[in-house]
């Protein structure tokens, strides 16, 4: 039976952000199930409008493999701190949470950096009412600590490989080949992955 990840969906989702990783997450071991504050269709940076599959309320950590939180618009306003409280229940049930651009800061504001190592899109983009995690800031691609995987805004792939890796969607060898296929255009990896 396969596993479920939550890909949380609000208005103004930066697109690009998640699509490497739940694109490769979806298949034998896992599905991808939208989860959005009421059903109400979200539209995306790009345009795209999302029917959510369920609403926020009805998720709980019990029911998922991760909670994956997308950047937007929304997150920089002060908004979205419904889908921070869901991530600290989440953390504290110890299934895990991915936050890229945005979230990170929605994560910030609800005290969930403090005692973790994580990344943002710079160091100042963290620092929001609430944040006290200063000295567990690292500057990196994407970085995970234990169930908290960040990654800043340019770093899809390098979020994905995180993503990934948690999961244990791919062997190490076939992640490796994976990232540096979709990072580095490294076509010598394709023969990794095409590998039984």
Not at 3 to 9: E, F, G
Not at 61 to 70: R, T, V, Y
Request: with cysteine; net charge negative.
């Amino acid at each position: 039976m396969k596993r479920i990840v939550h890909l949380a969906v609000y208005n103004t989702l930066a697109d690009w952000e998640t699509g490497y990783a739940t694109a490769h997450v979806r298949g034998e071991h896992y599905d991808i199930v939208t989860v959005a504050e009421t059903t109400d269709p979200v539209t995306t940076m790009g345009g795209t409008r999302i029917l959510p599959d369920i609403t926020l309320d009805q998720l709980s950590p019990a029911d998922s493999a991760m909670l994956i939180l997308p950047g937007a618009d929304l997150w920089d306003e002060g908004g979205n701190g419904a889908f921070a409280k869901k991530a600290a229940e989440f953390l504290a049930a110890g299934v895990p949470v991915a936050a890229i651009c945005g979230a990170v800061p929605g994560l910030a504001r609800e005290g969930l950096l403090d005692d973790r190592d994580h990344t943002s899109a710079f160091p100042g983009y963290v620092q929001v009412d609430g944040y006290n995690g200063a000295d567990h800031y690292v500057e990196a691609d994407a970085v995970t600590d234990g169930d908290l995987i960040t990654a800043g805004p340019t770093e899809p792939v390098a979020f994905a490989r995180e993503v990934l890796a948690r999961l244990d969607v791919f062997p190490p060898h076939k992640l490796d080949a994976w990232f540096r296929l979709f990072k580095h255009s490294d076509a010598s990896a394709i023969e990794v992955l095409m590998a039984p």
